[in-house]
């Protein structure tokens, strides 16, 4: 993932972080016409500034993720966001070619191998060095981040294959899958699986059963999961309204569903 990418998705969450927030401090129906206001707020500008800098400055490894830590514990306010953005660490390092190789760079490996066999030993050596990067990358993220993660890598997968991305579809093939590392964490989905038809219901009825949530994890994520599996939105309109007029968690509901809705909307 480039770094302009990172830092739009990173924008993207503060920004409906800061929709949520605002929303909450007026205390009054919010209106489409507040969103430019609350995403300009001064605190989050700053936020965004100090996140920007980290991405550009140390978006090349895992220090990355200790800039990025660094500029929550100098702005607690979006303390919230912590582990979401160690999401976007993730998968911004992931992508990246310090990280790993799509199959044209493998290709084109396996041809200058072909053609020059001298060159075994430097790819060995780097082979090795690439090795060490994902065990340290692996060591780094086994007990950080959130589900929106896999949420992300599902729609990923979706903008790949070209497909639609949908609830169904996400919890049978990439929640119940087997072979998915989504599996050992089935139980986390459980109310989410009991509730799959909830995506055909009413706005109020998702946003009042997203508010019933008590684990913590399907309580940030369940209300912006089925918003956007339910309507995509490439530009806020009555979802996030709804949202943040409507949901008990209405800073961190924005924060999901905007960012959701910003990555699948990237080309």
Aim: charged fraction near 30%; charge should be negative.
């Amino acid at each position: 993932m480039e770094t302009n990418t990172a830092t739009k998705l990173v924008h993207a969450l503060l920004e409906g972080y800061a929709w949520g927030v605002g929303a909450q401090q007026a205390g009054t129906p919010s209106k489409l016409d507040n969103l430019n206001t609350w995403g300009k707020a001064e605190e989050f500008f700053k936020c965004r500034q100090a996140l920007d800098d980290a991405f550009i400055h140390k978006g090349g490894g895992p220090e990355l993720m200790e800039a990025v830590d660094a500029v929550v514990d100098a702005h607690p306010q979006i303390e919230e966001l912590r582990e979401i953005l160690a999401d976007l660490v993730a998968l911004h390092l992931i992508s990246s070619t310090d990280y790993g190789m799509d199959s044209d760079e493998e290709l084109e490996r396996d041809e200058d191998e072909d053609e020059d066999e001298d060159e075994d030993e430097d790819e060995d050596e780097d082979e090795d060095e690439g090795d060490a990067k994902w065990a340290a990358l692996e060591m780094l993220f086994e007990t950080r981040g959130t589900e929106v993660l896999h949420v992300l890598s599902y729609l990923g997968e979706c903008k790949e294959t070209g497909s639609e991305p949908g609830l169904d579809d996400f919890l049978n093939h990439f929640v119940l899958d087997e072979d998915s590392e989504t599996q050992d964490d089935i139980f986390v989905y459980e109310e989410l699986i009991k509730q799959s038809e909830l995506v055909e219901g009413t706005l109020k009825q998702v946003i009042q059963v997203g508010n019933a949530q008590r684990e913590e994890v399907m309580r940030d994520l369940f209300t912006p999961l089925m918003l956007f599996f339910r309507e995509r939105e490439s530009q806020p309109d009555m979802l996030t309204l709804a949202v943040l007029n409507q949901s008990a968690y209405p800073a961190i509901h924005s924060a999901i569903l905007r960012l959701l809705n910003v990555f699948w909307a990237q080309a």
